[in-house]
Nanobody, 119 residues
Framework: QVQLVEAGGGLVQAGGPLRLSCAAS????????MGWYRQAPGKQRELVAT???????NYADSVKGRFTISRDNAKNTVYVQMNSLKPEDTAVYYC?????????????WGQGTQVTVSS
């Protein structure tokens, strides 16, 4: 089993920065893909960014150039540095880890951390 614990959410003014972290524990395979998703009130959960163990990244168009995802494999921790925050970035941010074992995906979620951007 995998446990994910997020930290770093809070209230920030528009244009400001915020950094989220997520520590994974349990059985973590080196091939795990880690990432961040978010869900705003009344909306579906959406991708923010993902990163592989080798450092390949993928970003949602809405955050490209403003958010940077990074990962410390030794600590099984993923980060997202969020700059130039906008009110529309307000959401609950969820950490995600995916294992691909043979042909099956195993997906794990953190409990979520609230990010609120005031205008």
């Amino acid at each position: 089993q995998v446990q994910l614990v997020e930290a770093g959410g809070g209230l920030v003014q528009a244009g400001g920065p915020l950094r989220l972290s997520c520590a994974a524990s349990g059985v973590i395979y080196s091939t795990a893909v880690m990432g961040w998703y978010r869900q705003a009130p009344g909306k579906q959960r959406e991708l923010v960014a993902t990163i592989t163990s080798s450092g390949s990244t993928n970003y949602a168009d809405s955050v490209k150039g403003r958010f940077t995802i990074s990962r410390d494999n030794a600590k099984n921790t993923v980060y997202v540095q969020m700059n130039s925050l906008k009110p529309e970035d307000t959401a609950v941010y969820y950490c995600n880890l995916v294992h691909l074992i043979q042909t099956s995906f195993y997906r794990y979620w953190g409990q979520g951390t609230q990010v609120t951007v005031s205008s």
